[in-house]
């Protein structure tokens, strides 16, 4: 399973960006999410959604500022990012889960793309 995330670039702080990632047919009964990774840090979760887009997951300091959506129909699962911080600068990487929903657990994906690149000035 090949997953294909785009949409990165260099935004000011209080931008907005949208990525998006092309996951494949085999992802659409998987719950899929984005994570991020910063320069010297761990990858870390930052938003999922179960199989269906019923159910969403954040991390605390992307609340009410980022939305995770998919379109089963283009087997795509999009991040919406409203008022970028410099604190968000990181790879962002879209995963596909082993199970129905998103559990935050980095060990609970099985297939990931290749990272875009987001950097939010100051």
């Known amino acids: 399973v090949q997953l294909q995330a785009s949409g990165g670039g260099l935004v000011q702080t209080g931008d907005s960006l949208r990525l998006s990632c092309a996951a494949g047919?085999?992802?659409?009964?998987?719950?899929m999410a984005w994570f991020r990774q910063a320069p010297g840090k761990e990858r870390e979760f930052v938003a999922g959604?179960?199989?269906?887009?019923?159910?969403?997951t954040y991390r605390d300091s992307v609340k009410g500022r980022f939305t995770i959506s998919r379109d089963r129909a283009k087997n795509t699962v999009y991040l919406q990012m409203t008022s970028l911080k410099p604190e968000d600068t990181a790879v962002y990487y879209c995963a596909t889960s082993l199970r129905a929903y998103s559990p935050t657990s980095i060990s609970q994906y099985r297939y990931w793309g290749q990272g875009t690149l987001v950097t939010v000035s100051s």
């Open positions: 047919r085999t992802s659409s009964n998987n719950g």
């Open positions: 959604i179960s199989w269906n887009g019923a159910s969403t």
